[in-house]
């Protein structure tokens, strides 16, 4: 059977995206195939089209609103003809993959239409939400009939510069030459097509203070009104940042920013006494959402410097929870990163040692351990330092490592928590590591991962929304049927009181 059919309306179209296909090294198993014009010549060639595993329609698109210009890849999310609309779910796959490939590629809704759409009823459709309009995916997204579907258009004409302008027409050489760098694209989208079994991994995403932290900044809007200042990422994730910053958020890196007297959130990783007083200094109206568990390792960094002793952090240099940590003991604290430093320290006191809570456990406790071998009588923490949620995080994503071909971790790339998730899935695997990749969305995910990835594990961050998540198991489902399984290894059932400046 034929892995992709890639069909195109017109001649020069079939011939552009052919020209990305030619050997060497050869693209067995595609064919690209020209159906014709419209949406019913699209639908009898539709029905003689062979079997293939895969199904994509390309070629030139119009653009519905000026948001799209010539010369933009349209990626289809959807596909509408009158009532009926066929999802796209492995469209963010796709747009990823082309953007990756320095092609200007959009997401967004495709009409299908029986004619050319100009004017009012162009506009008519813009406001349902569509992003642009063709003549043939509608009969082909029918026939894919469930099967990997795709709509890849480039738009040649756009409200702002119609079709019939000499120099939409002009554009018509460079579109020629997109379709050639498609062909491509699609062929490793249609390598990656086949059936999978998906793992998650449980717990895996927010956790008890990000959920605080969060809910801190929304409470915080509805009292005190935009805009609320917030110090530094809420939490490190950029879909929460935007989220949040789209419902009057202002994300500020240092109080200087911040006119006086402003409502101000502290983040959850915590700040350093001096921005406190700082912030008390230019009259601000604080909200501290720095996670109880941050402000514990706070209070025990104060005991232990309290009582004289030398405080060593383990944890990583530049991060906002390291620094305000030791801007808690300024003089009596120092930061190690690994066990090679350990030899290096000369205290010239009594040690305690402290870790980040967001530490990869196994390396933290090869530190901690390096430093009670130089220093017997170092004291550590009371508790554990590194929190209940990146320690659950950690056992769940081993469990669906040992049987994953490949490990999605879905975090941002300054989530200190996801990094170290990647980290340890990258090291475990009871036959050989996984490929562990740390990826913000579905769009991140590269095709060549997928093409030899059967089974998949998927976690997320402290810090990722769960709908994020979400996103990427549904473009794993437009690759081919999906099995999914949940592996929790634990049951999270912690919360925390929130502050009193927004307490209902
Ligand atoms: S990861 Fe742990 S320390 Fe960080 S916010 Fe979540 S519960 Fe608090």
């Not at 717990?203 to 956790?207: E, K």
């Given at each position: 059977m034929t892995g992709l059919i890639v069909c195109t309306a017109l001649g020069l179209e079939a011939r552009a995206v052919a020209r990305g296909l030619r050997p060497p090294p050869g693209r067995p198993g595609i064919r690209v195939v020209r159906i014709g014009m419209g949406p019913d010549r699209a639908a009898r060639a539709a029905a003689l089209l062979?079997?293939?595993a895969a199904l994509a329609v390309t070629g030139f698109g119009g653009a519905l609103h000026d948001g799209l210009r010539p010369g933009d890849v349209l990626v289809a999310t959807e596909v509408r003809s009158g009532d009926r609309v066929w999802p796209c779910p492995s469209a963010p796959l796709l747009a990823g993959e082309l953007l990756r490939a320095g092609l200007p590629a959009r997401l967004g809704p495709l009409v299908t239409s029986p004619g050319i759409v100009t004017g009012r009823a162009r506009l008519a459709l813009a406001r349902e939400g569509a992003c642009a309009v063709d003549m043939e995916s509608a009969p082909l997204a029918e026939a894919a009939g469930g099967r990997p579907f795709a709509a890849v258009r480039v738009i040649v004409d756009a409200p702002g510069a119609p079709l019939l302008n000499p120099a939409t027409l002009c554009g018509a050489v460079p579109a020629r030459r997109t379709l050639t760098r498609i062909g491509p694209v699609l062929a490793r989208w249609a390598a990656a097509v086949g059936p999978r079994r998906v793992l998650l991994a449980s717990?895996?995403?927010?956790?008890a203070g990000v959920e605080r932290a969060i809910e801190i900044v929304e409470l915080a809007l509805d009292r005190f009104g935009p805009p609320v200042y917030v110090r530094k990422q809420i939490v490190h994730n950029i879909h929460v940042v935007r989220d949040l910053e789209r419902r009057g958020a202002v994300f500020v890196d240092e109080l200087a920013e911040v006119p006086e007297g402003a409502a101000t959130v502290f983040s959850a990783h915590g700040v350093a006494p001096s921005v406190r007083e700082e912030a008390a200094r230019r009259g601000l109206r604080v909200v501290d959402a720095t996670c109880p568990l941050v402000a514990k390792v706070h209070a025990e960094a104060r005991r232990f410097a309290a009582r004289g002793d030398l405080v060593v952090l383990i944890g990583h240099a530049g991060h906002e929870e390291v620094e305000g940590v030791l801007g808690e003991v300024p003089g009596a604290g120092v930061l190690v990163e690994d066990e090679a430093e350990i030899e290096g320290l000369r205290p010239g006191r009594g040690v305690a040692y402290l870790t980040q809570t967001t530490l990869a456990a196994d390396e933290a406790g090869r530190v901690s351990a390096a430093i009670r071998r130089r220093f017997p009588d170092a004291e550590g923490p009371?508790?554990?330092?590194?929190c209940y949620a990146t320690t659950n995080r950690q056992r769940a994503v081993r469990a669906v490592a040992d049987e994953a071909d490949l490990v999605l971790v879905v975090g941002s790339a300054n989530s200190s928590n996801a990094l170290r998730l990647t980290e340890v899935a990258a090291r475990s695997g009871r036959d050989g590591a996984p490929l562990a990749r740390l990826v913000?969305?579905?769009?991140?995910?590269?095709l060549d991962w997928l093409r030899e990835a059967r089974t998949v594990g998927v976690t997320a961050g402290?810090?990722?929304?769960?709908s994020v998540v979400d996103d990427v198991v549904a473009a794993l489902g437009g690759l081919g049927p999906l099995e999914v399984e949940e592996r929790r290894v634990t049951e999270e059932n912690v919360e925390f009181t929130l502050p009193k400046e927004v307490r209902p």
């Open positions: 062979p079997p293939a717990p895996r995403s927010f956790c009371r508790g554990d330092d590194i913000d969305g579905p769009g991140d995910v590269a402290a810090s990722t929304p769960g």
